[in-house]
């Protein structure tokens, strides 16, 4: 079987997928296996209150496995983020900055993230939570010792447990949980949760606010948000007669 490691980054490196891995070490750990995954993608069928169709990485609609990595850590946005917003990332360049755009609200955001996972739900998720991330995620420098490995095979699970570490006693608060609930993708009262191991909630662990505004009403987040998904021309050196 072949092995890929990769992924599409986010705002700050859009499209310099290789440049991000090496930068934060990811390249070395992949230990040969690494994939540029942005460099080829196939259009599919998406919810055209956003967009009628978008562009998924190649590799991961082909993949018979599908593992996906997610950090434990908080967004501003959607309070939690882990299992379902880490595939956010099968979207390779800026297509992710002009959902954010698109959505327009905390809560369309939320949303549009369960619909952009049912177009290749992993099949496995295996979260690092050995140092964590509370606060106004998800770029907050309160990080957070945990000391956990979290696995598991249905993300609503996963992240309702996540939710419930960081101290949020009902996840069906959190607006993408809800939404995936109702379509069917998995359940997160805790009477449908099989837990191996003991799980404790962390003391005070910092949210943001579960309204999900922290960022959406960060002007300076918006303005840069704007930024990625301006088209710019670029100018090709070969043909360039320096007019």
């Given at each position: 079987?072949?092995?890929?490691?990769?992924?599409?980054?986010?705002?700050?490196?859009?499209?310099?997928?290789?440049?991000?891995?090496?930068?934060?070490?990811?390249?070395?750990?992949?230990?040969?296996?690494?994939?540029?995954?942005?460099?080829?993608?196939?259009?599919?069928?998406?919810?055209?209150?956003?967009?009628?169709?978008?562009?998924v990485s190649q590799d991961i609609l082909d993949a018979d496995v599908f593992i996906s990595l997610p950090k434990f850590k908080t967004h501003g946005?959607?309070?939690?983020?882990?299992?379902?917003?880490?595939?956010?990332?099968?979207?390779?360049?800026?297509?992710?900055?002009?959902?954010?755009?698109?959505?327009?609200?905390?809560?369309?955001?939320?949303?549009?993230?369960?619909?952009?996972?049912?177009?290749?739900?992993?099949?496995?998720?295996?979260?690092?939570?050995?140092?964590?991330?509370?606060?106004?995620?998800?770029?907050?420098?309160?990080?957070?010792?945990?000391?956990?490995?979290?696995?598991?095979?249905?993300?609503?699970?996963?992240?309702?447990?996540?939710?419930?570490?960081?101290?949020?006693?009902?996840?069906?608060?959190?607006?993408?949980?809800?939404?995936?609930?109702?379509?069917?993708?998995?359940?997160?009262?805790?009477?449908?949760?099989?837990?191996?191991?003991?799980?404790?909630?962390?003391?005070?662990?910092?949210?943001?606010?579960?309204?999900?505004?922290?960022?959406?009403?960060?002007?300076?987040?918006?303005?840069?948000?704007?930024?990625?998904?301006?088209?710019?021309p670029q100018a090709d050196p070969d043909k360039c007669t320096g007019c």
């Amino acid at each position: 079987a072949q092995i890929i490691v990769g992924d599409n980054p986010g705002v700050f490196t859009y499209g310099a997928n290789e440049q991000a891995f090496r930068e934060t070490g990811l390249m070395d750990a992949a230990q040969g296996f690494y994939r540029n995954i942005g460099a080829e993608s196939r259009e599919v069928a998406f919810n055209p209150e956003y967009k009628e169709r978008l562009g998924v990485s190649q590799d991961i609609l082909d993949a018979d496995v599908f593992i996906s990595l997610p950090k434990f850590k908080t967004h501003g946005l959607t309070v939690v983020t882990g299992a379902i917003k880490n595939s956010f990332g099968i979207l390779p360049g800026a297509q992710k900055a002009w959902l954010h755009k698109q959505a327009g609200n905390p809560a369309r955001f939320n949303e549009m993230l369960v619909d952009v996972f049912s177009l290749r739900a992993p099949d496995f998720f295996i979260v690092d939570a050995v140092v964590g991330m509370e606060g106004n995620g998800p770029a907050s420098p309160d990080l957070r010792d945990i000391g956990l490995i979290l696995a598991a095979d249905n993300a609503v699970a996963l992240d309702a447990t996540i939710a419930r570490l960081m101290g949020i006693e009902d996840p069906g608060q959190i607006r993408f949980l809800a939404k995936a609930k109702d379509k069917g993708l998995g359940d997160y009262s805790q009477e449908s949760i099989e837990v191996i191991g003991e799980l404790e909630p962390i003391p005070d662990f910092k949210l943001p606010p579960m309204s999900g505004t922290a960022s959406a009403s960060n002007a300076d987040i918006q303005k840069f948000m704007e930024s990625r998904i301006q088209l710019r021309p670029q100018a090709d050196p070969d043909k360039c007669t320096g007019c």
